[in-house]
């Protein structure tokens, strides 16, 4: 079912920063794709469990992801020269704009349309990045140590909070830190304290997108008590 390719109808969307502008494809209605993902599974194919995995959720520019690319604008001199790992990537636009700022940037994500996406929308900004499909949530999976592991909008299941926090931490380098951005979802608390549990606290910036707000942590080890 991981092979499943369905050609989504999709749209042009530009967001323009410092003078850079990105062409971002999306998909062009999420309610639309998702029949159609459900109609190309067929009803024995939508009871497998992986199907929920396949939603094209990858496909919308969420406020998340914008937040996450203006905080990396607005710091951008923590970001230059530095290995980036983002998790879950989607579209990848944080990914493209640390990319443009002079990071060393990996982009990774489970979904298997994702890199279809993130090459086109690389290719449409013209950029060149890194791509590696990679489920975070596999403690099995080894791809080295980052300066900067960062997400967007990936707390969105019981389950995610002590997961996320392990996957963020088990990737980064010695004196590095995570990024995580977030609009608030319900499991945020959850995994602030987790993340604290860890040995991590956040400092905490916020940015209004679209109406809403969006927070971005960055976490630090706790100091000696």
């Known amino acids: 079912m991981s ?3 369905i050609h989504y109808e999709t749209k042009i ?3 323009k920063m410092e003078g850079k502008l990105y062409v971002l494809e999306t998909i062009k209605n999420l309610e639309s794709a998702i029949d159609q993902l459900c109609e190309s599974l067929g009803p024995e194919g939508a009871k497998d469990p992986f199907a929920e995995h396949l939603c094209p959720y990858f496909g919308v520019l969420w406020v998340a992801a914008e937040g996450l690319a203006q905080y990396i604008i607005k710091n951008k001199e923590i970001f230059i020269g530095k290995s980036v790992l983002e998790l879950g990537c989607g579209l990848g636009f944080p990914s493209m704009v640390a990319t443009s700022i002079g990071a060393h940037v990996l982009a990774t994500d ?3 349309e994702v890199e279809a996406f993130f090459k086109r929308n690389l290719v449409h900004s013209n950029l060149e990045c890194s791509y590696q499909t990679l489920n975070w949530r596999d403690h099995q999976a080894h791809i080295g140590l980052f300066d900067i592991v960062m997400g967007s909008d990936i707390l969105y299941e019981a389950q995610h909070p ?3 926090a392990k996957g963020l931490l088990r990737f980064v380098k010695p004196g590095g830190f995570v990024l995580l951005s977030d609009p608030a979802r319900s499991y945020m608390d959850q995994f602030l304290k987790a993340m604290k549990d860890l040995g991590h606290i956040a400092i905490v910036d916020t940015e209004k997108i ?3 707000e ?3 942590f960055k976490f630090q080890t ?4």
């Open 162 to 164: 002590i997961e996320v």
């Open 13 to 15: 969307e530009q967001r």
């Open 222 to 225: 706790l100091g000696p008590k």
């Open 3 to 5: 092979q499943l390719k």
């Open 214 to 216: 969006v927070f971005t």
């Open 210 to 212: 679209r109406d809403e």
């Open 110 to 112: 489970f979904h298997p």
